[in-house]
């Protein structure tokens, strides 16, 4: 389940403010909000009010730990799609279909230095770093944990076959 700070974070996200603005438009200060997307700070009914009115939901929606639920987002995934996301994941393209392509997008960010794990060593693996941290938060919000475990194991299932038949 998403912390109330989760959500703001993904509601923050999808109406495209950032936290200047968002702090601006809620009447807080914008380290007060940073702390509050952290989950180091308790908040007041009026705050949340004032950011249920600056992000243009219900105070419910917030307090319910309701994400927002983008255009490509699939309710449902197939097997068939799973294995084109988990492919397209382990092998750098992108699906044809948008919601497909953008779990992918947020697979392969999640995932970047796990399938750089399996390639061919290099000097240095990337470190996790916001972006990554940002796209399993998306995941977690749109699909149940026992979905996304199955995601990525098959990524990386095909990742190592693409690399063991590239030797």
């Known amino acids: 389940m ?7 974070l993904l509601w923050r996200l999808h109406r495209s403010l950032s936290q200047e603005r968002l702090a601006a438009l809620a009447n807080l200060p914008r380290p007060n909000l940073s702390d509050i997307e952290k989950g180091k ?8 009010r004032s950011l249920a009115n600056a992000l243009n939901v219900s105070p419910g929606t917030l307090v319910n ?3 927002p639920r983008p255009d ?3 309710e449902n995934l197939t097997r068939e799609s ?11 393209t992108y699906p044809k279909d948008p919601a497909e392509r953008h ?4 697979l392969k960010e ?6 750089q794990s399996v390639l061919p060593r290099k000097k240095h693996l990337p470190l996790p770093g916001r972006k990554s941290e940002r796209a399993w938060l998306l995941l977690r ?9 199955s995601l990525i194991m098959r990524t990386l299932e095909h990742a190592e076959l693409l690399w063991t038949s590239d030797k």
């Open 82 to 92: 799973m294995e084109r996301i988990a492919a397209a994941a382990a092998r750098g």
């Open 141 to 149: 919000a749109l699909y149940p944990a026992v979905t996304l475990t």
């Open 2 to 8: 998403l912390t109330f700070g989760d959500n703001i």
């Open 65 to 67: 730990a309701e994400p």
């Open 72 to 74: 490509q987002w699939k």
């Open 110 to 115: 999640v995932l970047h230095c796990s399938l």
């Open 103 to 106: 779990i992918s997008t947020l």
């Open 41 to 48: 700070r308790d908040v007041t009914l009026s705050t949340v």
